[in-house]
């Protein structure tokens, strides 16, 4: 059975740096077509895509994010983790982390994580 | 970036009808790698159908999807009471930035 769970700070201040962690079981990330995507969604609002990381550490990211996100994995913890730069009040949103496979979509979630930016 | 444009907006429907929801790419989705997926209120997104017209693990036969290249639909063809909640089409694969549409939610009448 696919685990995946969301852990991190529910409250950040501006300009802060925000650490999500992604601890998950059932799956290793060191076999090859597993992949580990995180996905936001502000409240209210629709699902947005943030960054993946695959098997092979190949990383992805958001355009529009990609000089404030960082992605990594530790294999050896079963974990992924996400960082987001100088946080600001519009990044409030829950935060989702999903597996993938190759050639298929996000189909196991976590709960999510909701993040709150405000001084 | 290929935009995906979800329509319509909401959808009120009685139990029993059929809900034919559309997304719109801006570009040619490659290898029709579009998903469908369903989130209800306070819990994650649930994958429907994958690859525009394969039904995940799971799911009843009243939800099917369809279309190639720009235009897809997800059907569901007989609404029940707990089919309410807002649905997302997501392009996914090999070239990123992966994007979701905008969603279309059901209210049941």
């Known amino acids: 059975q696919v685990t995946l769970k969301e852990s991190g700070p529910a409250l950040v201040k501006p300009t802060q740096t925000l650490t999500l962690t992604c601890t998950f079981s059932g799956f290793s990330l060191s076999t090859t077509t597993m992949r580990v995507s995180w996905i936001r969604q502000p409240p209210g609002k629709a699902l947005e895509w943030l960054a993946r990381?695959?098997?092979?550490?190949?990383?992805f990211y958001r355009p529009s994010l990609k000089t404030r996100l960082t992605i990594s994995k530790d294999t050896s913890k079963n974990q992924v983790v996400l960082t987001m730069s100088n946080m600001d009040p519009v990044d409030t949103a829950t935060y989702y982390c999903?597996?993938?496979?190759?050639?298929?979509?996000?189909?196991?979630w976590g709960q999510g994580t909701p993040v709150t930016v405000s001084s | 970036e290929i935009v995906l444009t979800q329509s319509p907006g909401t959808l009120s429907l009685s139990p029993g009808e059929r809900a034919t929801l559309s997304c719109r790419a801006s570009?040619?989705?490659?290898?029709?790698?579009l998903a469908w997926f369903q989130q209800k209120p306070g819990q994650a997104p649930r994958l429907l159908i994958q690859r525009a017209s394969s039904r995940a693990t799971g799911i009843p036969d009243r939800f099917s999807g369809s279309g190639s290249g720009t235009d897809f639909t997800l059907t569901i063809s007989r609404l029940e009471p707990e089919d309410l909640g807002v649905y997302y089409c997501h392009l996914y694969g090999t070239a990123p930035p992966f994007t979701f549409g905008g969603g279309t939610k059901v209210e049941i009448k």
């Open positions: 570009q040619s989705v490659p290898n029709n790698y």
């Open positions: 999903a597996r993938e496979r190759l050639g298929v979509p996000p189909e196991d």
């Open positions: 990381i695959d098997w092979d550490d190949d990383k």
